[in-house]
Nanobody
Framework: QVSLVESGGGLVQPGGSLRLSCAAS????????MRWYRQAPGKERELVAH????????SYGEFVKGRFTISRDNAKNTVYLQMNSLKPDDTAVYYC???????WGQGTQVTVSS
């Protein structure tokens, strides 16, 4: 059974950092393209970051502007999202997604506030 479990969210002050984790089970993360999305209250879900199946290429939403990094640890079967220089506009529920399989995690809340 495929499962994605996000963790690492929380409350952080503007300018702070968080690292989100997405632990996968039931499939190997390197066999799929993996993505992070986010959804803020009253807004549509938007793509934050993408890493290809091969793991050599990444892409990001325009709003990231070099602040976030997606990575993958094949040994731990886990995908990460390192978020730096966080802003209040980054407040949202962050979801992990296996792009080809179409599976989603339950999400983890990130709140950026002073």
């Amino acid at each position: 059974q495929v499962s994605l479990v996000e963790s690492g969210g929380g409350l952080v002050q503007p300018g702070g950092s968080l690292r989100l984790s997405c632990a996968a089970s039931g499939f190997i993360v390197s066999s799929d393209a993996m993505r992070w999305y986010r959804q803020a209250p009253g807004k549509e879900r938007e793509l934050v970051a993408h890493i290809t199946r091969a793991g050599f290429s990444t892409s990001y939403g325009e709003f990231v502007k070099g602040r976030f990094t997606i990575s993958r640890d094949n040994a731990k079967n886990t995908v990460y999202l390192q978020m730096n220089s966080l802003k209040p506009d980054d407040t949202a529920v962050y979801y992990c997604n296996a792009a080809f399989r179409g599976h989603w995690g339950q999400g983890t809340q990130v709140t950026v506030s002073s």
